[in-house]
């Protein structure tokens, strides 16, 4: 299964269009995507399961049925997905569209991009070939959990730099 989650604060049509695209030709997983409230002019899909909310306790079920997690390139969803050993694909929204006020998960993408198990698509058009790629590569890729707290190497260096700082 397949969970497309975009958050809950503002609509992302171009995500949820893109995957319905693909679910309209692609009968190999089934998808349940939670899409917010698409609004009056908004895109609704017609080729995979939707709700605009499901409860924490029903996302949570969802989460861990998942084989894959499509989202936005935000920080919580990426760290949600490592924390949890799913691998995600993300698509970064973009202020040009009025998805967020700035561009900064194009640079959250462009971080994450080397990082194994996250398939990063720049825009609507690289959903298809990452869906198609993801299938063809789901049963190798190995997804090792992060812990739920900064690794000790960064928390060592801010330990360093205000004990230093505090020094001077």
């Given at each position: 299964?397949?969970?497309l989650t975009v958050g809950s604060e503002l609509p992302f049509d171009r995500l949820v269009r893109a995957v319905?695209?693909?679910?309209?030709?692609n009968n190999n997983d089934i998808v349940f995507g939670q899409i917010g409230d698409p609004g009056a002019d908004g895109y609704r899909p017609r080729h995979?399961?939707?709700q605009e909310f499901i409860s924490p306790d029903e996302y949570r079920c969802k989460y861990d049925e998942a084989d894959l997690i499509i989202g936005h390139a935000?920080?919580?969803?990426i760290i949600t997905a490592l924390v949890r050993a799913k691998p995600i694909l993300i698509i970064p929204?973009?202020?040009?569209?009025l998805?967020?006020?700035n561009d900064h998960q194009v640079f959250t993408a462009q971080k994450f991009a080397e990082r194994e198990g996250i398939l990063v698509a720049e825009d609507?058009?690289?959903i298809r070939p990452m869906l198609d790629k993801w299938e063809t590569m789901r049963d190798s890729i190995v997804m090792k959990?992060?812990?739920?707290?900064?690794e000790e190497r960064l928390i060592e260096t801010i330990r360093d730099f205000v004990f230093k700082k505090g020094t001077q």
């Open positions: 299964m397949i969970f319905d695209a693909w679910c309209a030709t995979f399961e939707w935000g920080m919580g969803s929204r973009r202020a040009v569209f998805e967020t006020r609507e058009t690289m959990s992060v812990g739920p707290y900064a």
